[in-house]
């Protein structure tokens, strides 16, 4: 039986540990590149919108998650016209699912008076406008957005006209309300 050599083993079991040590210090800079960095978890957490400003008829767009969000504070006379249009819409009752169950209602939103949307084009994605009034894009209009590239045409709930080349609604995002004034977009209350 031949003898151990302890110099030969310690130098082996010292080789190891370096080695790990080199493979754990190679990895962890690879591992960190595959998390997102501080600005983009910032970009995907929610935002809180000051409503206190906004009048009657006023829309405002705000940035999350790259896109723009659309906030419209909706007089009562522009709520209760939206039952009236049911027969010129591609998806009335909000069937496609692009939007949280607290919006699948007649205004899409969680009360009626402030609408919350995603402000791209369900189409090609382009960026419609808000034209509120009455006859803007032609006799018939009765208000909403418009998106002039393709011509989609979408109501004051963000329900498409049948006709037009977007295919569903504009999407709602996760939202609530912390109180009367406050608006935060991104996550769901657990109350509603």
């Known amino acids: 039986m031949s ?13 190891g ?22 600005s983009a978890r910032l970009q ?3 935002i809180e919108v000051d409503l206190s400003t906004m009048k009657v008829g006023d829309q405002r767009t705000i940035m999350w998650r790259g896109k723009p969000i659309w906030v419209v504070k909706r007089p009562a006379s522009v709520v209760s016209s939206l039952t009236g249009l049911d027969r010129l819409l591609s998806d009335p009752e909000s069937k496609v699912e692009q939007q949280p169950s607290y919006a699948q ?3 899409r939103s969680i009360r009626p008076d402030y609408l919350v949307l995603i402000g791209i084009c369900t189409h090609l994605g ?10 803007s894009i032609d006799p018939e209009w009765p208000g909403g957005f418009f998106c002039s590239c393709h ?10 006209f049948s006709g037009v080349p977007a295919p569903t609604n504009l999407e709602v995002p996760p939202h609530h309300f912390l109180d009367d004034n406050t608006l935060v977009v991104g996550s769901e209350s657990s109350s509603e």
């Not at 382009?126 to 006859?135: D, L, Q, V, W």
């Not at 045409?153 to 498409?160: I, N, S």
């Open 151 to 160: 011509g989609s045409k979408f109501d004051m709930a963000g329900r498409v």
């Open 44 to 46: 995907g957490m929610p």
């Open 3 to 15: 003898e151990i050599d302890l110099k030969k083993r310690r130098l082996l079991q010292l080789a």
């Open 105 to 107: 209602n007649l205004h």
């Open 17 to 38: 540990v370096w080695g790990a040590a080199g493979i754990v210090g190679g990895a962890t800079p690879f591992i960190s590149s595959l998390t997102p960095n501080r």
């Open 126 to 135: 382009c960026s419609p406008t808000y034209r509120p009034e009455k006859g």
